[in-house]
């Protein structure tokens, strides 16, 4: 319907978020909009991230079907025809603000549909959803067309918002919505690419929510080259892969790589032959994006050539909790080998302090990522004592979000986005750095 | 490893060594896997790459043919170049054998695709 004369208010979309993550609500939208060069309103990052409904105006609906196109975290999408703290005040604005012809082709007469009604933090009984259907005033809605529950070719959507707790929910819905469904978010992808399934599985495989929402906030897309210093299975390589990106990464854990250690899963007693970073790619047939996963020191940037250079830097990197930070180097004073030593000689390693990690990777982000490329990586933080100076700071690296998920009431990850906004003038820059 | 890979990398990590670079390819077993052939991409990534050592890294692992000695002018509409291009940077890709440092000539052995870049605690 873009372009109908439907007026300023036939622009109205609704989004309703999944409730999870709700501090990576803002940043993940911006960054899909970011994405697609969709404008939105100015000030809309003020949003209330505990209410799970969020109107846009967009200039058209295939806007709203590409911010949905990537969103992890948006359930679905809605044409807004009209809202209310009433339904008899969502009522007057569908006839105020949404013509009866631009109902028409999806209710009226020639159209099969059906009106689902959804509401949020409280149960409704089947027998209120019907009453709620049946109430609807036909002069302001034109529902003459064929009501069909299994094959409508358009679902009308009832959304009914009974506040932020479910414990204190009012009887009535403090917020009532009408809209068309336009399109599903991405939320199936978490089942599709759910790590029970996954070949190459290790202990810090990134849940596949958390995942596709890095790729998303990397900007991963279509002919981009993604990084992981820290692959590990590959997890975030799956994830910007199925975004279209090609994609590589360095582990300094040469028994992972080469899925020769003992199995993550507590069933299996060895590890396949088959597994690899490249085959969990070909399980969801993205081994066209595999570039390489090599054996290396992620401290060591040298490793690259300095023409390198990464539309996006995605990883978790190693602080301890499950697999401890390592990089290569000896405690000794004099760490020589003999010749003897060397053949088969595995290489010692020592500890890679948390704020080194940062600090590295910080300046490989620095040095490899394009100009507007981006970083994005976990840092965990102690809760109690975390401030905003924690997070490590590099002059050619902007901040563009920062988001929290809580593991327990003292220890949190955030997720945080930096972009390259210059080039490296100075090829390795101590960071200040604070961090737990 | 793919040859795309092999043209980034350098032995620069190593104590002492700064003209690490090209790595020499010591190749005992070479696969060609089909990738979906993307001209966007391999456009993309042509002006990153040293285009002389990926000649060398071609030849040397015995799949030079084809490629001209520089990049053609406009490559971008030539998909002839680019089939190549794309052929010797992501089909290529090296199974068994070893990388050597130009300088050190410190050997990398490639296992079953991955090359093992770490290097032992007196060489770092």
Not at chain 1, 127 to 140: A, H, M, S
Not at chain 1, 282 to 309: C, E, M, N, P, T
Not at chain 1, 336 to 352: A, C, N, R
Request: proline share 5%; glycine share 6%; net charge negative.
């Amino acid at each position: 319907m873009s372009g109908s004369p439907c007026g300023r208010l036939g622009k109205r979309f609704l989004f309703q978020f999944a409730n999870e993550h709700l501090d990576f609500r803002v940043a993940e939208f911006s960054a899909i909009a970011d994405l697609f060069g969709i404008k939105l309103e100015s000030g809309w990052q003020s949003k209330n991230i505990k209410d799970p409904f969020w109107e846009f105006q967009l200039s058209s609906s295939t806007d709203a079907e590409k911010l949905a196109s990537r969103s992890m975290l948006v359930k679905s999408a809605l044409e807004l025809w009209g809202k209310g703290a009433t339904y008899p005040e969502m009522y007057e604005d569908v006839r105020q603000n949404t013509a009866k012809h631009c109902m028409i082709p999806f209710c009226g007469n020639g159209a099969s549909f059906k009106i689902k009604v959804d509401t949020y933090n409280k149960k409704q009984t089947q027998e209120y959803k019907v009453q709620r259907i049946n109430d609807l005033p036909l002069d302001v809605f034109p529902l003459e067309g064929k009501i069909d529950l299994k094959n409508a070719d358009h679902i009308l959507q009832i959304c009914e918002n009974y506040g932020e707790d479910h414990n204190t929910a009012p009887d009535t819905p403090c917020m009532v919505y009408f809209g068309r469904w336009l399109v599903d978010g991405q939320r199936e992808k978490i089942k599709t690419y759910n790590l029970k399934e996954r070949l190459f599985l290790g202990h810090t495989s990134m849940d596949p929510c958390l995942s596709l929402l890095m790729a998303n906030m990397g900007k991963c897309c279509k002919n981009t080259l993604v990084f992981d210093p820290f692959v590990g299975t590959g997890s975030l390589l799956v994830s910007a892969a199925q975004c279209g990106s090609y994609v590589m990464g360095t582990d300094i854990d040469y028994i992972l790589l080469h899925a020769q250690g003992k199995p993550s899963r507590a069933k299996q007693k060895k590890r396949s032959k088959d597994e690899s970073i490249r085959n969990n790619l070909l399980q969801y047939g993205l081994q066209q994006f595999y570039i390489d996963a090599l054996v290396a020191d992620a401290s060591k940037s040298s490793l690259w050539d300095s023409r390198l250079q990464v539309d996006a830097i995605i990883t978790d990197p190693p602080y301890g909790v499950r697999e401890g930070a390592k990089k290569l180097g000896s405690e000794k004073n004099d760490p020589s080998l003999t010749e003897e030593d060397k053949d088969g000689h595995v290489p010692q390693k020592i500890d890679y302090h948390l704020s080194d990690v940062f600090r590295d990777l910080l300046n490989f982000a620095a040095r490899f990522l394009r100009i507007e490329g981006r970083l994005v990586y976990w840092l965990p933080v102690y809760s109690p004592e975390y401030c905003e100076e924690n997070i490590p700071r590099h002059p050619c690296l902007q901040l563009v979000s920062n988001c929290e998920q809580k593991l327990n009431s003292r220890i949190s990850r955030r997720l945080i986005t930096m972009e390259k906004c210059h080039e490296c003038q100075v090829r390795l820059i101590t960071l200040c750095f604070s961090g737990v | 490893m793919k040859l795309l890979t092999h043209n980034f990398l350098t032995s620069n990590i190593i104590k002492g060594v700064t003209k690490g670079y090209p790595l020499q390819i010591m190749a005992e077993k070479v696969d060609v896997k089909e990738v979906e052939f993307n001209p966007d991409f391999v456009t993309k990534m042509l002006p990153k790459i040293d285009w002389s050592a990926l000649i060398k890294a071609a030849k040397d692992v015995g799949h030079g043919d084809g490629l001209p000695e520089a990049v053609i002018e406009n490559p971008e509409s030539n998909e002839e170049f680019l089939k190549a291009a794309h052929n010797a940077l992501m089909q290529v890709e090296v199974i068994e054998g070893k990388l050597v440092c130009p300088e050190s000539q410190r050997e990398f052995p490639i296992n079953n695709g991955i090359p093992n870049m770490l290097l032992n605690e007196d060489e770092v």
